[in-house]
């Protein structure tokens, strides 16, 4: 139990174009999703927190407007990364809180290579 | 504010032979540890947790112990195998708030 995906698992873009990330809990419930972004050879880094039906908190430094998040339901949330540019290459993985359960702990999804040409 | 630090990498053990990853942390009052493993091409996986001092998390034959006095929740595995190869990644979250603190992880291979 306890599955999350995200869609695609790899994309690549040009400069300037919009691509949306899909974060999925399969078989839970989530009021709660984090979005982390990792560099190679480096840690997680947390972006934004989630919300189901609010706007996302997000982290010091994290443009709100270039990295757009929509948690529209309790199993799916969506990052934007808008006007991308080479430097937003990043691997970026999603995490969900199940609703019921222990809230300490955060199921995570496969990760999202984004390559920006 | 909260870190975590934990041994650099990459870390290349024989089969069979004891694992220690050092984890230590930095954090007002007292948060939960955790330790998460990702294998290749996977997500994180909770791989052990421990919320208050002297608490041990244990799993897949893997140990550590939250030591509030050397503010440390070092990951041990006595006898590794081929297919703990991963990177593990140490982290914390305070009391009562669900966002994660990460350290760099480890990466760790294990020859046969």
């Known amino acids: 139990g306890a599955v999350v995906s995200q869609h695609p698992s790899r994309v690549i873009c040009k400069s300037g174009t919009s691509v949306k990330i899909e974060c999925r809990s399969l078989?839970?419930?989530?009021?709660?999703m984090f979005w982390y972004r990792q560099f190679p050879k480096q840690s997680l880094m947390l972006m934004a927190t989630?919300?189901?039906?609010?706007?996302?908190?997000?982290e010091q430094g994290v443009e709100k407007d270039k990295f757009l998040i929509n948690h529209a339901s309790l199993t799916l949330s969506t990052l934007t990364v808008t006007s991308a540019h080479p430097e937003d290459s990043s691997f970026y993985i999603c995490?969900?809180?199940?609703?019921?359960?222990?809230?300490?702990?955060?199921?995570f999804g496969p990760g999202t290579r984004l390559t920006v040409l | 504010g909260n870190s975590v630090t934990q041994m650099e990498g990459p870390v290349t053990l024989s089969e069979e032979a004891f694992l220690t990853i050092n984890c230590t942390y930095t954090?007002?009052?007292?948060?939960?540890l955790f330790w998460y493993v990702q294998y290749p091409g996977e997500g994180l996986q909770l791989l052990l947790k421990?919320?208050?001092?002297?608490d041990k998390g244990s799993n897949k034959g893997f140990e550590a112990t939250y030591r509030k006095e050397t503010t440390s929740f070092h990951l041990e595995k006595g006898s590794v195998q081929v297919s703990d190869s991963a990177v593990y990644f140490c982290a914390l979250s305070e009391k009562g708030a669900q966002k994660l603190v990460f350290g760099q992880g480890t990466r760790l291979t294990i020859n046969p």
């Open positions: 989630s919300n189901e039906g609010s706007k996302a908190t997000y």
């Open positions: 421990a919320t208050k001092a002297d």
């Open positions: 995490s969900a809180i199940p609703l019921s359960g222990i809230q300490d702990t955060q199921y």
């Open positions: 954090a007002t009052g007292y948060p939960s």
């Open positions: 078989d839970f419930q989530a009021t709660t």
